[in-house]
């Protein structure tokens, strides 16, 4: 068998996701055969050990592939285990028997939908940015939308040195000391939603992330999971089709 890169080993068996593992395997967790692997590093799974933290991952011969929505409720922590004792999102769906992952982040204070699965490639092409699956957000600000925050927040605003992707915002409450509107973004870095309304002044009093691509949280409740719908996969796959980088085709010179 020709071999892979350890870190989409470690993400198909459904440890965590390739990000995760690529971080591990820098912090120098990942071992091969007894020995400490680097980034770039090729192992056969069915004939090689991989450790990680000294605890032998597990490849199944035939995986049962999981997609679940979870309600996240404020207050966990979107990873599969803390050092510090943090309430997970993986926690709340430990009675499924099957160890699975979250795709993408929100962050403590957030809430909202999020996807959790074991299938490597598919969370691997949610988070990627080049498929610009859409996510939504209802957010509520402890101040009035102005016309031109409105339209500086739609534009495109500077976070981290670089300007956000244009969005999608509609207004459903606007009073003197409170706000309540929907973002919708192609993009999936690191608390941009807050940072977003930070750099325009703009206090974040609440935020729930409602749908991703075409799948809604609906009435899920906080702490509540169910499993993807094959009609919400398909989808889902159908989005992350139509996102897809288009290949490049070469002009040949005449």
Known sequence: MEKIRIQKIIADAGY???R??????SQKKVKVNGRPCSLGD?????????SIDGENLYIEKKKELVYLMLHKPRGYIT????EQDRKCVTDLVEDIGIRVYPVGRLDKQSEGLLL???????ANEIMHPSHHVSKTYRVTVRSMLTDEVVAKLS????IDGRMTLPCTITVLT???ERAVMLMVIKEGRNRQIRKMCEAVNLEVARLKRTAIGPVKLGMLQPGEYRELSSEELRALRAALAKGAPQPTVKKKRR
């Open 42 to 50: 090729k192992a056969d799974p069915k004939k090689d050990l991989i």
């Open 20 to 25: 995760k593992a690529e971080e591990l395997i």
């Open 174 to 176: 606007n009073e003197p």
């Open 79 to 82: 990873t599969v285990k803390d």
């Open 155 to 158: 534009e495109g605003v500077e």
């Open 16 to 18: 965590c996701s390739r």
């Open 116 to 122: 959790l699965t074991n299938d490597g490639k598919f």
